[in-house]
């Protein structure tokens, strides 16, 4: 094992960790982050990035909006954030995530290829038009059933949510 797969495995871990264990929604939230923006660093490791795109964009970028849209619209304008801005251990883990990520914006400076010595691997490994080109040629048929599923599903949950409202 290498010292990026060591930090980074250690990094999603320990912001797991937080996430469960945190007392607060928000903060929880912000260790999700954490995880998320680890586990795509790992998946850069691993020679996927059309994965790490993926981890950030939909689940660091949309999924986890979403998940802090829903806490700020369930937080009641009476409720205080000065005992989580007063806490201690969240300033301390605020500054041991600012320290990862600092590590990564380095890590990404200096590249990955820099750092991980790797195997040969096929040409174009890992990269997006590849993956593209095997959806529409070896799977279209499953590409094509799970666009139908989602259609069928989208068109329930309009149905089911305008049954509720008439």
């Given amino acids: 094992?290498?010292?990026?797969?060591?930090?980074?495995?250690?990094?999603?871990?320990?912001?797991?960790?937080?996430?469960?264990?945190?007392?607060?929604?928000?903060?929880?939230?912000?260790?999700?982050?954490?995880?998320?923006?680890?586990l795509a660093a790992l998946y850069l490791h691993l020679h996927a990035p059309l994965i790490a795109i993926f981890q950030v964009s939909i689940y660091a970028g949309a999924i986890l909006v979403l998940v802090v849209f829903v806490i700020m619209l369930l937080i009641t304008p009476d409720e205080e954030l000065e005992n989580v801005q007063k806490n201690m251990s969240y300033r301390i883990l605020g500054a041991f995530l600012g320290a990862y990520l600092i590590?990564?914006?380095?890590?990404?400076?200096?590249?990955v290829q820099d750092l991980v010595k790797s195997q040969a691997l096929p040409e174009g490994f890992g990269h997006p038009s590849l993956i593209g080109s095997m959806f529409f040629k070896e799977y279209l048929l499953h590409?094509?059933?799970?666009?139908?599923?989602?259609?069928?599903?989208?068109?329930?949950?309009?149905?089911?949510?305008?049954?509720?409202?008439?």
Avoid: C, H, Q, W
């Fill in 1 to 38: 094992m290498d010292l990026y797969f060591i930090v980074f495995a250690i990094m999603a871990v320990g912001a797991a960790l937080f996430t469960i264990t945190a007392r607060d929604a928000l903060p929880s939230a912000l260790g999700l982050l954490t995880v998320f923006i680890a």
């Fill in 143 to 166: 590409f094509e059933v799970a666009s139908v599923l989602l259609l069928v599903a989208l068109v329930a949950a309009i149905y089911l949510a305008k049954k509720k409202n008439i």
């Fill in 103 to 111: 590590a990564l914006l380095a890590v990404g400076t200096k590249g």
